[in-house]
């Protein structure tokens, strides 16, 4: 299993865009063969912050997402919105429910 945090920073005019186009982007991760969890989270103290947490069942299902037509739909549409480039950073889950 291997799960992955990704950083956005969205530019403050953009922030409803983003939302938009990472729920998109969540509803049909979650309809991937081996994703297990995808939430699209934002911060309270900072509504322009947004952390992505993604759980695949293997490495070769986390690079498969990398693939799909959503995916390459939510990068190319989402990196307008970046205040900054977005940092993934992969993980492997000790302790997972």
Same mark, same amino acid.
């Given at each position: 299993? /291997? &799960? ?18 990472? @729920? %998109? $982007?969540?509803? $049909?991760?979650?309809?991937? +063969? =081996? $994703?297990?969890?995808? #939430?699209? @989270? !934002?911060? $309270? #103290? #900072?509504?322009? %912050?947004?952390? @992505?947490?993604? /759980? %695949? ?27 900054? +480039?977005? !940092? =993934?950073?992969?993980?492997? +889950? @000790? &302790?997972? #429910?």
């Amino acid at each position: 299993m /291997v &799960a992955t945090t990704v950083i956005v920073h969205v530019k403050p005019e953009c922030v409803e865009a983003f939302k938009a186009i990472s @729920l %998109y $982007n969540h509803e $049909n991760a979650r309809k991937e +063969p =081996g $994703n297990v969890r995808f #939430d699209v @989270l !934002q911060s $309270n #103290d #900072d509504p322009t %912050y947004f952390t @992505l947490y993604e /759980v %695949y069942a293997s490495p070769e299902a986390a690079k498969a997402h990398k693939e799909t037509e959503h995916y390459k739909k939510w990068r190319a549409e989402v990196e307008p919105y970046m205040a900054c +480039p977005r !940092q =993934g950073i992969a993980h492997t +889950p @000790l &302790a997972f #429910d």
